[in-house]
């Protein structure tokens, strides 16, 4: 009860000249305009799996360069950190990226300006009884007020100001997790200013859509955030780090209609991951090789992934005639391919997520790959073993325990005890959903390589595949992540990220089209056989359309937008991502002027064309908010 009683005095408004208190935010951003020189003091506490997840926290200022970066490591459960806000750099942006393992309150003065938005559809704080906030909606907007129960925050209730008009909004439970209420608002010739109270306490999801989605603890702090130009300063070198790594998708285990070709077609996947279903082969040898044959001869897919599992991806596999048989059929059915390419076969799925403990699943993992290498023909078959197949690689999965069950962990004892059998190191990475927080994943796979080590050439020793990966993890899925042009600056800002050192061999999205339950695809189902691809699709193909095959070395300054410095013969691409609101101005140090070309693909989800000039040796453009870009010449 005290904690409560603590949370709800965190977002009541206190009196004039003390402070403004903010918690617990879990998922969001909090723009500050200080009115004179402040401090911004945060604190953190656990909140859920805390002691197996690290995980960062950010404050940007005015023009989007990082002001602050503060590292959390998973034993530190609590702690605080303090920043200074200068009046003239702001309007800053403090960044709590979800989904966030602690809470996170924040303190700064009231003659600081603060707005928050909200995640969407997720919830963005947990919080006490009686909150109260403000928004406001612009002359003529059509805004709509929504939120979705999560077990806490039940109702939202808004007040007009100018004339006390009502609006409420009841919060229901749903099956579907991306399911939500929402109630629009009156018109009105005029702004106006609401007043939101949350009915409740516990986790809660508001926010706002037709409107600026921002929330003040005190109405005179309302208004437009300042959106100022950003500068990014690129300087290419002639470095070569490494390889591109294929860039695939998860394919599903039917053969698929000759109608979605020409979708599957536009992605021009690299390579893929299926899953295999031990008790269908088990009892139908050759159930998957007419769709394993069209994804090899038809769409020219020659490396993948393979994770072994029961009917319904069920994961928990035992050492049982059914998996012996249906491991006997897969490998039969490999061989039936022609020794083309390269076929990575985990044992499990997500093992440090469904098996007990790390001991069920290496007594299962030894038996099955004792299994793989006495079957005549397998290598020359090009079957290759990765484990573990693991759910996220440095932190632990969803579930209670997750400290005992990281994917790191599982990995390196599995590396010590049977190396020499393992060829890859497979993982699966979910739940970074905010795009500040994306380079994660290059952190990922540079520990990966670390872990199994480099060889003379710089390269890692066992081939590294994150085979599977999406902002959300089953279907806890927001629509305004996965089915908006969010999903394709998301997409491409992991791509640039994880491939950026040049150590990654494969990187799928999961997975190729829509499902019911989990409608969390690149390609949208219409029915009637029909498949559209969705903007993150749409993405895919404007990254692949510029896909060179090595990573060469880059200098960049800038923190909100990516960039990907690639090669291929004489042949340059820069591939990069502005994931901010603002507009960028881009200069790249080439040291002459060569013929380039740039293309921006943006919100409308159309590439087109855009200038570039060149004045001795620095080419400059202009890039737009929330765009992606590639920019390709010759090289002389």
């Known amino acids: 009860m005290k904690r409560w009683l603590l949370l709800c005095a965190l977002w009541v408004p206190l009196a004039p000249a003390a402070p403004l208190q903010w918690g617990d935010i879990r998922d969001g951003s909090l723009y500050l305009q200080p009115g004179r020189n402040d401090e911004l003091r945060l604190r953190w506490h656990p909140a859920w799996q805390a002691d197996a997840n690290a995980e960062r926290i950010f404050l940007l200022d005015g023009r989007g360069q990082l002001r602050g970066e503060r590292a959390i490591k998973a034993e530190e459960l609590r702690g605080e950190q303090r920043w ?13 990226p979800g989904y966030s393992f602690r ?23 947990e919080v006490g009884p009686r909150v109260e906030l403000y928004f406001r909606v612009k002359a003529g907007e059509q805004a709509t007020l929504a939120g979705k129960f999560h077990g806490g925050v039940r109702g939202l209730s808004a007040q007009r ?38 009915q409740g306490r516990g986790k809660a999801a508001f926010w706002l859509d037709g409107s600026a989605n921002l929330f003040a603890q005190r109405a005179d702090h309302l208004g437009d955030v300042a959106n100022l130009a950003g500068q990014v300063r690129l300087k290419l070198q002639a470095k070569v780090l490494g390889p591109t790594p294929l860039l695939g998708v998860n394919l599903p285990y039917v053969l698929p209609p000759p109608s979605s070709f020409a979708a599957l077609d536009a992605l021009r996947p690299q390579a893929a991951g299926y899953y295999s279903f031990m008790d269908v082969l088990a009892r139908q040898p050759g159930y998957e090789d007419a769709w394993r044959r069209l994804y090899q001869r038809r769409f020219g897919i020659t490396q993948d992934i393979t994770l072994l599992a029961g009917t319904g991806r069920r994961a928990d596999l035992a050492a049982d005639r059914t998996s012996h048989d249906g491991l006997d059929a897969w490998l ?41 290498s006495a079957w005549p023909g397998a290598r020359e078959a090009g079957v290759r073993i990765a484990m573990p197949a693991s759910s996220r690689l440095l932190g632990g999965p969803f579930t209670q325990g997750s400290k005992d069950l990281r994917g790191i962990d599982w990995a390196r004892r599995l590396l010590q005890e049977h ?53 959300s993890s089953g279907s806890s899925l927001s629509p305004y992540d996965q089915n908006t042009h969010y999903a394709g600056l998301w997409w491409a ?24 339950e989990w409608p969390k695809g690149m390609i949208r189902v219409l029915g009637d056989e029909r498949f559209e691809l969705k903007p993150v699709g749409l993405a895919q193909q404007f990254i692949q359309r510029h896909w060179l095959r ?32 603002r507009v960028q101005q881009v200069e790249l140090a080439l040291g002459d002027c060569p013929a380039a070309r740039l293309e921006l693909f943006g919100p409308d989800n159309q590439p087109r064309p855009a200038r570039v000039s060149c004045q001795q040796g620095q080419i400059r453009f202009q890039l737009p908010g929330q765009t992606l870009f590639a920019l390709t010449w010759s090289a002389s």
């Open 161 to 198: 100001l100018s004339d006390g008009q009502q609006v409420e909004v009841a919060l229901k439970p749903y099956p579907a997790y991306w399911r939500f209420d929402q109630q629009t608002l009156p018109v009105s010739p005029r702004d106006e200013t609401w007043r939101l109270r949350l």
């Open 550 to 581: 090595q990573v060469l070395a880059l200098d960049n300054d800038a923190f909100e937008v990516d960039v990907l410095a690639m090669a291929d013969g004489r042949q340059r691409s820069l591939l990069g991502v502005n994931k901010a609101e």
């Open 419 to 471: 190396g020499a059998q393992i060829d890859a190191l497979a993982w699966h990475e979910w739940m970074v959903r905010d795009l500040l927080a994306t380079r994660s994943y290059r952190d990922s796979v540079r520990q990966a390589a670390a872990l199994v080590g480099l060889d003379n050439q710089g390269r890692p020793r066992k081939a590294l595949l994150l085979d599977q990966t999406n902002l």
């Open 493 to 516: 800002s992991v791509v640039i990220n994880a491939s950026a050192d040049g150590l990654l061999d494969m990187l799928n999205w999961f997975h190729v089209a829509d499902e019911p």
């Open 103 to 125: 809470g996170y309150r924040i303190e700064h003065s009231d003659t600081t300006r603060a707005l928050f938005a909200p995640a969407k559809v997720h919830f963005s704080a």
């Open 84 to 96: 200074p806000l200068s009046v003239d750099a702001g309007p800053y942006r403090l960044e709590v």
């Open 332 to 372: 039969a059915g490999t061989a039936r391919l022609g020794g083309k390419g390269l076929h990575y076969l985990a044992f499990a799925d997500e093992p440090n997520l469904n098996y007990r403990n790390y001991e069920s699943y290496r007594d299962f993992f030894t038996g099955m790959a004792q299994r793989v």
